[in-house]
Each structure stands twice: as C-alpha cells, then as structure tokens.
C-alpha cells in the first residue's frame, strides 16, 4: 500500500513536470532542427537529423544576438544591484527600533508592485525622452530597479524584523552606529534573504520585455526583446527564435540552479533564526 | 569604575506612566539588584540607565556626567542581555573583539583584552567556535566576556541567569559574584529571583508599580521589611502573614485565635498584620500562650530541613524547622514564634508598625 502510495505521488510529480517541460522541450527540439524538419507533419520529437546551424546563425558575429545577451546581462547586473541596495537599506530603516513609524511607508513601497507596468509605459517614454536617455542601458536598468526595489525590501525586511532588538541594542551598547549595525551585524545575519532576493530581482529584469521594448532601440535591445526581432512582419525565423530562446534562458536556469535554496529560503519569511 | 545617581527619574508610554520618579543613590564599586515581579519597572529602569530607552522626566547620572541625552556608547556602560544577544555571525572571539574593533584600537591589543577576558572566564578553548555550538552556560559567560573587555564604569545585567537551569544558575550566580570581588565595578543586576538579589548584592532594591518599596542591604530587608510587599517578596518560603487584632491580650486573629506579643506591642490597640517568617517557628512539646496551636496538612523533608505546611484556624502557616518530626497529616502541632523576629505591619499593609 505504501509503495503504490509512493508510486502515485512520483506519477502526479512526473505528470506535472511534463507539463511545464514540456514547452522547454518542444523549443529545445525546435532549435535543433532544419527549416524543412520544423514544419513537418505530424510534430516529431526524434526521428529527425538534429543540427546546430541555428545556434550557429545566433550567436554568429552578424546576428549580434551575443550583444544582446550582454545587454541583459548589464541591465539585470545594474538594476539587481541597485534595487539590493536600496532596498536593503529602506528594509532597515523601516525594522527594528525604527519600526514604530513604518507601516505607511511600508505599503507604499509594496504599491509599487500593485500597479501595472503598463500604465508607466507612456509617462516613462516621456520622462527618459525628455531626460535624453531614450534607447539608453540606463533607462531600462533604472526602471527595472524601482519595481525591484519594492520586492527587496519587503523580502529583506521580513528577515530584519525577525533579527531579535537585543542584538540591535547590544551592538549599540558595543558602540555601533546605525551604519555599522546595519553593515557589521544585520547584513551579515540575513545573506540568505539578500541572496534570495538577488535573484528574484536579477531574474525579473532578465526576463523583463515590456519596458526593454519600449525604452531600447535596435543597439540597446536586451535578450527578450531580440528574440521576439525574430518574428518579422512576413517570415518567422522559427529555428534562431528557438536557439535564441535557450541561449537566452541559459544564464537564468544557471542562477535559478546555484541559488535555488536561497530562493526557497526567500519565499518563507521567518525561517532564519 | 563610577558611581550612578538616579533623580526622580519618569518614564511615559503615551499616557501611561511606567516609572514614577525613582530615586536610587548607587556608590562606586557597589553590586546592586534591582528585584521585583514582573512589570515593575526594574528592567525598563535598567533600559534607561544604558540609554536604551528616553528618560521621560528626571535625570540619571553616571559619575558627575549627566546621561539623559547622550548615547548608550559614550555612557561607557556594558550590558549583558537575558537573551544574551551574541552576535550568531561571529565567533566567540569576534563577538568579544567587536567593540573594540569599532574603538579602532590595535590588533596586539585587542588581542591581549580578548584573551585576558577569556582567560577569568574559562573562554580560552572557545574562542573559535560559534554562539550555536555553545551551551547556555558558555554563551552566559561570551556575553559577560564581550562585556569585560570594554573594561566599562558600569555593568548592566539584565536577568542574565533566566535562561539557564537551575543548578547552572547557581554555578553562574557564584561566578557573576567573583568577578565583582575580582574587578570591582559598579554593577546593576536586575532580577525577578529574590535568592539571586539577596545572595549577590550589596544593596538590594525592591520595586513595585513603578515605585522603589524599599532599598538597603540584604539582610537589613530581610529583617526589617519596610511593608507587607518587601516582607513577602524577601525570603523563600514568603513570611507567614495573619489578619487581626493588636489588643491587651495578644495579637487576635480575624477568626479569634490569639497569637503572642511582646508587651509593648500590646499598647497599640489596633487592627494589624502580624508577620512571622517560617524560619523563625519554633516547634514546642507543649501548648502555651506562647504558642501557636496549628493543624498540619502536609509534611515535606528536604534533608538539611522539614518544611510544615499547616492552619491557624483559616490561616494558612508554612514552618521551617531543622529537626526530622514524624507528624501525620491532621494531627496537631504547636510553634512558639521567636519574639524577636515579630514583624507587625498596619493593616493595609502599607507601613511597618
């Protein structure tokens, strides 16, 4: 009885896992084949001359694919450090012995979040054209950072608030100011949070498309918007959109799998002791 | 080493006020438990003094230096918490090096404080490890060791042994005392545990409400209780109490039991406590009017002693007697009360007749 117990919980995981890989699949099988072997019927998941020619044509000089990759990666790098850093330093300021006046600002940054990105979409075109950083690196990492910024702060500040006050008060009986405190004693007690939230942070500007199309031009594209370059208006370039579409996700499922347990010890608030 | 002076010191919490202007004289060098039950004020008193918390009226000084404005860092304090809050990052011996590191002295010294500290503590082969792979004792003695190293006018002690089991609190209590023998700093202690109060400290300060009951040295409270409170709260078993009468007769209870006086308490004629401790309860062969005539309920041998849990007529009594008795539960027992450890209180407890 407990092996068929088991043996259904495996099926129901595997069931479930087909069903989320199961596109990653179809794309990776995509990329790997010839123009002719894409459209054939009915859809094959083997049988067919597997080829790299369009990883080939991707991150081949002409593509400038790879200077894209290297957009997101300056994008996601600045805004990700950025929004930490804010967001770590507003966490502190609103735990703790501070934490008698921060539930309005608080909230505030949470709302952020609430928004819709869209509804910025016009004002910040404006902004950044009047600001002359239209199709700059700058615009697309500094609106990244403020939504960002709101989740840092609410996933860091979870772990603040759980920092005992006595350690706080015993660190400014030591003779800590409120930087050192913030520098020498809670930074350090809540790297796991700020490692979490990193990646939650470095993987929300990375897939990011909507704010990168509208602030990017044809030399600041970031990896989303070029891969979506490859549906023109008459012909789909089904191949390199699939192989750009790996290499893309590539860097992210390398940070999602070195950081996965800090992840998981993002998304529970409290469990640092 | 400084001497601290607390002037009708007040704390507010909006309307509520916690601390009703506390006055306390404490003498350089001098080992002072503040003690009282929970919610009394003594920890937020403590607060106040380390600068942890606004001084809401009043003044507080330590040496001839007014504090109620300036830093817990330039008070020149150290405090050891209940919790003992070392910093879980740090080894034991960077939690102790932490301060100094922030004074930006030199390595060679910090070193030599750091050991020098773990040396009186026993910290030497702990040195590396971390607050988690310590027992309660040890981590007891880090936090005492992170204190020691600032080599501070005032230690503050904020009920340090709560945590700790009861035997390891008593091995701590002697430690704590031997230190202050050792460095001679002015300490305050507070505590919700009478037994640390009365064996460690020079002075023992009794708090109430907010309010100081009494303060003085420990066996002057034991033996001369200022009001019903102290009388009860110093001393283990607490101080027998009866509720009556002082007449030409005696002492007679509110349920008409005579217990004895002396004979020039009888010239106060009025209602009164009459308080005995169970230590001072003799047992005798024979009643007497010197005697109390009680019903035993419950016998407990401890050893070294017998504790009596008995009535006078609906007054419960405790005895404390260094003889083995055998007595059954419901027989009857007589105690002659030492005369001259008699504590007579007005009746509302207020005063010290």
Not at chain 2, 96 to 115: G, W
Not at chain 2, 163 to 190: F, G, S
């Amino acid at each position: 009885m407990k092996i068929f117990r088991i043996a259904c919980v495996y099926a129901a995981c595997l069931a479930v896992l087909a069903i989320f890989l199961a596109p990653i699949a179809w794309v990776v099988v995509i990329s790997l084949k010839m123009r002719g072997d894409i459209f054939t019927w009915p859809p094959t998941f083997f049988g067919f001359k597997p080829t790299m020619i369009n990883y080939v044509n991707v991150l081949s000089g002409s593509s400038k694919f790879l200077l894209y990759l290297g957009n997101s990666l300056i994008v996601a790098s600045v805004s990700t450090v950025v929004a930490v850093c804010i967001g770590t330093l507003g966490a502190f300021a609103l735990s703790g012995r501070r934490k008698r006046s921060s539930k309005l600002w608080s909230y505030w940054m949470l709302s952020f979040r609430m928004m819709p990105p869209v509804a910025l979409i016009i004002p910040y075109h404006f902004l950044y054209q009047k600001a002359g950083m239209l199709g700059s690196l700058s615009a697309i990492a500094i609106s990244h950072s403020v939504f960002s910024v709101a989740v840092v702060l609410w996933m860091t500040k979870n772990f603040f608030d759980e920092v005992p006050s006595e350690i706080e008060e015993a660190a400014m009986v030591d003779g800590a100011s409120e930087w050192q405190t913030f520098r020498y004693i809670i930074l350090p007690m809540a790297k796991a949070a700020i490692a979490a939230s990193l990646i939650f942070a470095f993987l929300t500007s990375w897939n990011e498309f909507l704010f990168a199309a509208i602030l990017s031009n044809t030399k600041t594209y970031t990896a989303p918007v070029a891969i979506s370059s490859f549906v023109g208006e008459v012909y789909v370039s089904w191949g390199e959109l699939a192989a750009a579409t790996i290499v893309g996700i590539l860097p992210a499922l390398v940070v999602v799998f070195f950081g996965q347990r800090y992840l998981l010890v993002g998304l529970a608030p409290g469990a640092v002791k | 080493m400084a001497s601290v002076s607390i002037e009708e010191a007040s704390k507010r919490y909006g309307s509520s006020k916690v601390l009703h202007d506390v006055s306390l004289d404490i003498a350089d060098g001098e080992f002072v438990t503040l003690v009282g039950p929970s919610g009394c004020g003594k920890s937020t008193l403590l607060r106040m003094i380390a600068g942890l918390e606004d001084i809401s009226g009043g003044q507080i000084r330590i040496g001839s230096k007014i504090v109620n404005d300036i830093a817990p860092k330039e008070r020149d304090i150290a405090m050891v918490f209940q919790s003992y809050a070392l910093y879980p990052h740090m080894t034991v011996a960077e939690n102790m090096a932490f301060s100094l590191k922030l004074s930006k002295i030199s390595k060679a010294e910090i070193k030599a404080k750091v050991d020098k500290a773990s040396d009186i503590l026993g910290l030497t082969p702990l040195l590396d490890r971390y607050p988690r792979q310590l027992s309660g004792g040890q981590r007891q003695r880090v936090a005492m060791g992170r204190a020691i190293v600032r080599d501070p006018s005032v230690f503050l002690f904020d009920e340090p042994l709560s945590n700790l089991d009861a035997k390891l609190r008593v091995a701590m209590r002697t430690e704590i005392k031997a230190l202050h023998q050792r460095l001679k700093t002015t300490t305050i202690y507070v505590t919700h545990d009478q037994v640390e109060a009365m064996t460690m400290a020079d002075k023992i300060v009794v708090m109430r409400d907010g309010r100081i009951e009494q303060a003085g040295r420990p066996l002057e409270l034991y033996d001369h209780p200022a009001n019903l409170f102290v009388a009860q709260f110093i001393g283990s078993p607490s101080m027998n109490m009866l509720h009556g009468t002082i007449g030409a007769e005696g002492f007679a209870t509110a349920d008409g039991l005579q217990a004895p006086l002396e004979p020039n308490h009888k010239t106060l004629s009025r209602p009164a406590i009459y308080g005995i401790r169970p230590e001072h309860l003799a047992i005798a062969d024979f009643p007497a009017p010197d005697t109390l005539a009680v019903t035993v309920d419950v016998i407990e041998p401890t050893g070294a002693e017998t504790q009596i849990f008995a009535h006078f007529g609906a007054t419960p009594i405790v005895a404390v007697v260094r003889e083995r008795i055998t007595t059954n539960p419901g027989d009857r027992l007589f105690l002659r009360p030492d005369m001259e450890k008699l504590h007579l209180f007005s009746a509302d407890g207020n005063s010290r007749l």
